[in-house]
């Protein structure tokens, strides 16, 4: 195997803990190497010998760094992300890459000024409960498709702890930021971009300056309407995809377990690791040729994070397409920006 990407993160609070550190750990084509932490040092508790830099321009002037993830709040991607490009590393950028079109465009062009990769961390690509939505799609099984719906809602009344979430004027705030890049983008990915959209927002938790509801329907040719929702008032959540075509309809929780098995400490080398509880199967239902509908449950493939890093590896060493495309980061973002 080529010598491991050395690897550096640009932070260490809930994201660097559970969303990349595990896996950069755990993939032999990387290399853990540096961590910018400004005050409390901890990621030495977990990866000893790693190197905690106090600054991110420390971090960035570490000579032996190939790659750094951007895993600092959203209205700061663009600047860090850029500064890393041009210290000549690559960038694996968290959702959403930037808050803005035109960011995008620029940080594109410097990284291919600098001959350098550009990965945006669309990590929910890889839920078991998306991939699963994926195959009944792909299989054709629901004919042509009329109408889709996609979920991601949770209760949280409270306004974030995190002042910035919570700041109208900090770009990337609100919940169409921070929910929403998740679920367009599985949209996205899914079915291309939309002919037209229209996006509708809303502030409903007493105090909130900023959207905590999100609406998005996107039009597709041949008919298809795609409704991608969010919202932080949801106490009792229904399905988060429900998919009708001419054939048949299929709904699936939101039942990926990555996030919490990491926050709990298991590994994503443990052989339990991703595996939805039983019980949580996704419902299908097919109209068959005489007209009765025939009712059936299909399992989800285990949930795959370690999946995107080997994505990134094999652009990286083999020079292989990296899934998450610039258009579909272009189309995104148009999206948000409505």
């Known amino acids: ?14 994201s660097g803990r559970i969303f990349h550190a595990p ?25 000893p010998g790693i190197i905690s830099y106090d600054s991110v321009s420390e971090l960035l002037a570490d000579p ?23 210290a000549g590393k690559h960038v694996l950028i968290e959702k959403p890459v930037t808050t803005t079109t035109a960011e995008l465009t ?39 498709l009329t109408e889709v719906h996609f979920r991601f809602d949770r209760y949280k009344a409270a306004l974030n702890v995190k002042a910035f979430k919570e700041e109208p004027t900090t770009p990337g705030s609100g919940l169409s ?30 105090g909130s300056q900023v959207n905590d509801y999100f609406h998005f329907h996107l039009a597709y040719p041949g008919g298809l309407q795609v409704f991608v929702s969010g919202s932080l008032l949801v106490a009792d959540a229904g399905p988060a995809y429900v998919l009708h075509g001419t054939q048949g309809s299929f709904r699936k929780q939101r039942t990926d377990v990555q996030e919490s098995e990491l926050d709990q400490g298991m590994l ?15 419902i299908l239902t097919l109209v068959l040729p005489n007209g009765q509908k025939q009712t059936s449950t299909v399992p989800s493939p285990r949930g795959d994070y370690p999946d995107l890093f080997e994505a990134v590896y094999q652009t990286l060493v083999h020079g292989q397409p990296y899934p998450v495309r610039e258009a579909e980061l272009h189309w995104q973002l148009a999206v948000l920006e409505g």
Do not use: C
């Open 1 to 14: 195997m080529p010598t491991p990407i050395q690897t550096g993160l640009l932070a260490y609070g809930m």
């Open 23 to 47: 896996f950069l750990a755990a993939h032999p084509g990387f290399h853990l190497r540096a961590v910018a932490e400004r005050s409390r040092k901890q990621a030495a508790e977990l990866y």
């Open 64 to 86: 032996v760094l190939e790659l750094v993830v951007v895993n600092t709040p959203n209205n700061t991607h663009f600047e860090l992300a850029k500064q890393a490009l041009e």
């Open 106 to 144: 620029e940080l594109f062009a410097v990284a291919r000024r600098h001959s350098r990769q550009v990965f945006g961390y669309q990590n929910r690509r890889w839920d078991s409960d998306f991939q699963t939505v994926r195959q009944v799609v792909e299989s054709g099984q629901l004919g042509q």
């Open 177 to 206: 930021y921070d929910l929403g890049p998740h679920v367009l983008d599985q949209a996205l990915s899914l079915f291309g971009q939309p002919e037209r959209f229209h996006k509708t927002l809303a502030t409903n938790r007493p």
């Open 268 to 282: 994503p080398t443990d052989a339990a690791y991703g595996l939805e509880p039983a019980g949580q199967e996704g």
